[in-house]
């Protein structure tokens, strides 16, 4: 593989001070996963599964109108609802089964103001403006200046690393970063072309220089990163190569790409291009920029539309995308089997009007002060099962939260309403959705028609926030999402994640309080990010949470670390980084037994074995 002067350093350094200047634009998790193109195929299911960041005005069929509709955006800025999107990635097993690859912290985006000489007018894109870099079918380094617009850095802290045009052939310990550079100068008159690059050329340095005669307008420059917690299989390598493949079949890592369609107001990013000239990369130097509050960011998103499998362990990457390696250019296939269909939006509630019950929404919780009040929790949740209990405490509102946890009311407060990201399989029933980290899967007594999907609440910094889909829901079925199936029990899984047992039995509360079991030393208390959790697995063994059998129960399950929350939730690990809080922060007494601590809202009690 060739060594490219693209990356996060070069992307940043040129000749000329104010040619320095750029902006990182930070976007967060992706607001749709789905096999959606509106540039390559509009109207149409697409030929691989993409991971799309940006505004949720977001549609299989979009123009600029339907991108400035968008209620919120993945992406910080209040006024830039455009969409970047890049294949998927996955991991092959050696039985040639898929399993997808984790983001890591979403994605960033470069606005760097390279000018081809001083002086020389740098545009903001024009409404209705999209274009395409890269291609999805090359299976070897071609030598040109779109080939060299790709490439990757396996992130080693260590040992350090060059970066590469294709994938890289070692572990890349601190995430792999896939990156594309868009060509920035335009032929002055084509928003789009057949082919979705001719109306764009790269200058002659790729990511600097001159344009050429035949693209005179000079756009800012647009640069990709993408982190993929590939160090997650550092043990699951197939015969010691590189195990993982892009969404379109490419093993090589050369047909990696990137699409763009503005949903910029034109007329800020103009003002920023024209006056913003701080060359730290931070956007928050840049006066002219709102953005939308984190939360909003965290929740904004899309319901897949193409029913097909896509998460957890699949047999085959979704679309007709075998695997090919070249070094001859893939040739696109059709007529496999996979669906051509777009869908209705897929479901994240599941329909109770049978029970009397309808779905209110997902709502915001927060550990100091409760959205809903009375709490239960069961190893086997389902929401028939909250309801019933809610409906057994004279309560009108069941809130399911973190999968296995039951919150009852009889109001919810407006500040706390709306459709947030709730996407926890319930503890008893992994074909329902019960709410997430802060999150509560909220249905109401006696409301009647279907819930909105697909919209948050408006902060003071965001834009207006509406309802953008809506779910329709026979009064006889049952709505269910697609959930990954559990490594250890997936007939098509080639690793299997079943614990070594170091300790059997029941746990028996203490009564004379509360000594460390042998073999394991107190951690104290420390801060629980919540989503995602310090500790990954949560536990119950069918008796109310105490942390001496927090700690049997997570050793009998072959985890490393235990830890208590709350008074009645038990988490166990493998690996925890240390975030400490004062001791008083974990002051609350075990609902097992009151004898002994169990942490605190958001703060964990931690044992590790010695």
């Known amino acids: 593989m060739k060594s490219t002067v693209l990356s996060a350093t070069l992307a940043v350094a040129y000749l000329s001070t104010f040619a320095n200047a750029f902006w990182r634009l930070p976007c967060g998790g992706p607001v749709m996963v789905d096999r959606a193109d509106p540039i390559v195929n509009p109207g149409k299911v697409a030929g691989h599964l993409h991971t799309i960041m940006g505004g949720n005005g977001f549609d299989f069929t979009m123009d600029y109108e339907q991108a400035l509709n968008s209620t919120c955006s993945t992406c910080a800025v209040t006024k830039d609802l455009s969409n970047y999107w890049t294949p998927s990635l996955?991991?092959?097993?050696?039985?040639?089964?898929?399993?997808?690859?984790?983001?890591?912290?979403?994605?960033?985006?470069?606005?760097?103001?390279?000018?081809?000489?001083?002086?020389?007018?740098?545009?903001?894109?024009?409404p209705g403006f999209r274009m395409l870099a890269g291609n999805p079918n090359v299976r070897s380094f071609k030598n040109t200046p779109e080939a060299k617009a790709v490439n990757f850095a396996c992130l080693d802290y260590v040992n350090g690393g060059p970066e590469t045009n294709g994938f890289p052939t070692k572990n890349c310990p601190n995430g792999l970063r896939t990156q594309v550079f868009f060509p920035s100068c335009w032929d002055g008159k084509n928003l789009d072309s057949p082919d979705h690059k001719s109306h764009m050329a790269y200058p002659s340095g790729v990511n600097s220089g001159s344009c050429?005669?035949?693209?005179?307008?000079?756009?800012?420059?647009?640069?990709?990163?993408?982190?993929?917690?590939?160090?997650?299989?550092?043990?699951?390598?197939?015969?010691?190569?590189?195990?993982?493949?892009?969404?379109?079949?490419?093993?090589?890592?050369?047909?990696?790409?990137?699409?763009?369609?503005?949903?910029w107001h034109v007329d800020v990013l103009q003002k920023a291009i024209d006056n913003c000239e701080d060359n730290s990369g931070d956007i928050k130097k840049c006066p002219y920029f709102e953005y939308f509050d984190s939360k909003i960011q965290d929740d904004c998103f899309l319901p897949p539309r193409v029913n097909e499998p896509r998460t957890g362990w699949i047999d085959k990457l979704p679309g007709c995308n075998a695997v090919t390696y070249g070094p001859a250019d893939n040739v696109p296939q059709t007529g496999c089997g996979a669906t051509t269909t777009i869908g209705e939006p897929e479901k994240y509630y599941s329909d109770m009007t049978a029970k009397g019950w309808d779905y209110f929404g997902c709502s915001l919780d927060n550990l100091d002060t409760r959205t809903l009040s009375l709490r239960n929790a069961q190893a086997d949740m389902t929401i028939e099962k909250c309801i019933d209990y809610c409906v057994s405490k004279d309560q009108t509102f069941a809130g399911l939260e973190f999968g296995n946890e039951c919150w009852c009311g009889n109001s919810v407060a407006a500040d706390r309403q709306g459709n947030y990201k709730c996407r926890k399989p319930c503890a008893g029933n992994p074909g329902q959705i019960c709410g997430?980290?802060?999150?509560?899967?909220?249905?109401?007594?006696?409301?009647?028609?279907?819930?909105?999907?697909?919209?948050?609440?408006?902060?003071?910094?965001?834009?207006?926030v509406k309802p953008t889909t809506t779910i329709k829901v026979a009064s006889t079925s049952t709505a269910f999402i697609p959930v990954p199936t559990p490594v250890a029990t997936s007939a098509t899984s080639p690793i299997s994640t079943t614990a070594t047992a170091t300790s059997t039995g029941t746990p028996?509360?203490?009564?004379?309080?509360?000594?460390?079991?042998?073999?394991?030393?107190?951690?104290?208390?420390?801060?629980?990010?919540?989503?995602?959790?310090?500790?990954?697995?949560?536990?119950?063994?069918?008796?109310?949470?105490?942390?001496?059998?927090?700690?049997?129960?997570?050793?009998?399950?072959?985890?490393?670390?235990?830890?208590?929350?709350?008074?009645?939730?038990?988490?166990?690990?493998?690996?925890?980084?240390?975030?400490?809080?004062?001791?008083?922060?974990?002051?609350?007494?075990?609902?097992?037994?009151?004898?002994?601590?169990?942490?605190?809202?958001?703060?964990?009690?931690?044992?590790?074995?010695?």
């Not at 390598?237 to 892009?246: A, E, M, Q, S, T």
């Not at 509560?440 to 207006?464: C, Q, R």
């Open 436 to 464: 997430d980290g802060q999150r509560l899967s909220v249905y109401k007594k006696g409301v009647k028609g279907p819930a909105p999907v697909s919209s948050v609440k408006p902060t003071a910094t965001a834009t207006t």
């Open 90 to 126: 996955f991991y092959q097993a050696k039985n040639g089964s898929f399993f997808p690859v984790k983001q890591s912290g979403g994605a960033l985006i470069y606005y760097l103001q390279r000018r081809g000489f001083d002086g020389e007018k740098l545009n903001a894109f024009p």
């Open 212 to 263: 050429p005669a035949s693209h005179p307008v000079r756009f800012i420059s647009i640069f990709y990163e993408v982190m993929w917690d590939v160090n997650e299989w550092k043990d699951k390598w197939v015969d010691g190569k590189w195990p993982f493949v892009l969404s379109n079949g490419d093993p090589t890592g050369y047909a990696f790409h990137g699409d763009f369609v503005n949903g």
């Open 508 to 610: 028996t509360p203490g009564s004379d309080g509360f000594t460390v079991p042998a073999g394991w030393v107190a951690k104290g208390c420390h801060i629980d990010p919540v989503d995602p959790r310090a500790l990954p697995e949560w536990g119950y063994w069918h008796e109310k949470i105490y942390t001496s059998g927090c700690i049997t129960h997570c050793e009998s399950r072959g985890f490393k670390f235990a830890g208590t929350e709350y008074a009645g939730q038990c988490f166990c690990g493998n690996e925890f980084k240390e975030s400490p809080a004062p001791a008083a922060e974990c002051d609350m007494k075990c609902e097992g037994d009151a004898k002994q601590t169990c942490g605190g809202p958001a703060r964990l009690t931690v044992y590790a074995k010695a």
